[in-house]
């Protein structure tokens, strides 16, 4: 089968591309930003590269431009969260295989990989990725039964994503500081963690680096004021996969708590 990069900064994407990749039989490799995928696609000399758009260090665009000029005539894919067909038309013009937009869910990835480099036999008639908004659309959470951590030192936003989270069938148990935080993790062993990276007796981070460290399986998504975005940004890389910015959206939540559940699921 073939060799596959995958750049992209959302964690949500690159673990679940990952899995699924992967259970096709494809050997996948991932990066976090635009400079490290051109270091590991000049090491690596992948089939296919599947380009996140809006990345940081390094562009997808800058990227692309960096792929072309080795002379690698490898397959891109660039992905986007932003629906603009000139967008799509300047992508192509410089070199891009396909421009896919995010928002049609990552079926399509899927379905445009197998068109470019022929579907696995093993997978005929079965469906190989089910798109996280399909969980929503039906009623419930993708995945039942998952126990999620709320580590938030304010106990009105600890109350409301706790019953939230009652509500979308995961078991919630609450966490008032960091230090709490990591107690209640070795007490309840939850599948995932929301952190609150301002919070007392040990930061958001601090507790995030712990369990990086001491609990690598567990998924853990930072929630933070505007003021911390760029430091939430920054826990991607050491650990996090994701981040939630305040007032949080619980309909962007559940989607990323599915999803996570999803690829931990699979992953076992």
């Known amino acids: 089968m073939a060799k596959i990069l995958v750049i992209d900064d959302d ?20 990066s976090v930003d635009g400079a490290n995928g051109l270091l590991v696609f000049k090491n690596a000399a992948p089939d296919l590269v599947l380009l996140d758009r809006d990345l940081p260090v390094m562009s997808g665009s800058e990227v692309l431009a960096g792929i072309r000029k080795t002379g690698s005539r490898a397959k891109v894919v660039i992905l986007t969260g932003f629906d603009d067909s000139g967008d799509a038309e300047r992508y192509l ?17 899927i379905s445009e990989i197998e068109k470019l480099l022929g579907p696995d036999p093993r997978q005929a008639g079965r469906q190989v990725f089910q798109s996280p908004s399909a969980g929503a659309a039906s009623g419930g959470p993708a995945v039942r039964g998952g126990k999620v951590l709320v580590a938030d030192d304010d106990a009105n936003i600890r109350e409301v994503l706790c019953r939230f989270l009652s509500s979308e069938g995961y078991t919630a148990v609450p966490a008032f500081d960091g230090a709490d935080a990591l107690a209640v993790v070795e007490k309840e062993n939850p599948d995932i963690v929301l952190l609150d990276i301002s919070m007392p007796v040990k930061s958001g981070v601090e507790v995030l680096q712990e369990l990086a460290r001491s609990r690598p399986e567990i998924g853990v998504v930072m929630i933070t004021g505007n003021e911390d975005e760029e430091l939430a940004r920054a826990c991607l890389k050491n650990g996090a996969f994701d981040y939630l910015s305040k007032p949080i959206s619980l309909v962007f939540l559940g989607t990323i708590l599915r999803a996570r559940m999803l690829v931990q699921k699979n992953n076992n």
């Open 11 to 30: 964690g949500i994407v690159r673990d679940a591309l990952s899995v699924f990749l992967t259970r096709a039989g494809h050997e996948v490799l991932t």
């Open 93 to 109: 013009k410089a070199g891009a295989t396909s421009f896919l937009s995010k928002g049609d869910g990552l079926s399509n990835v």
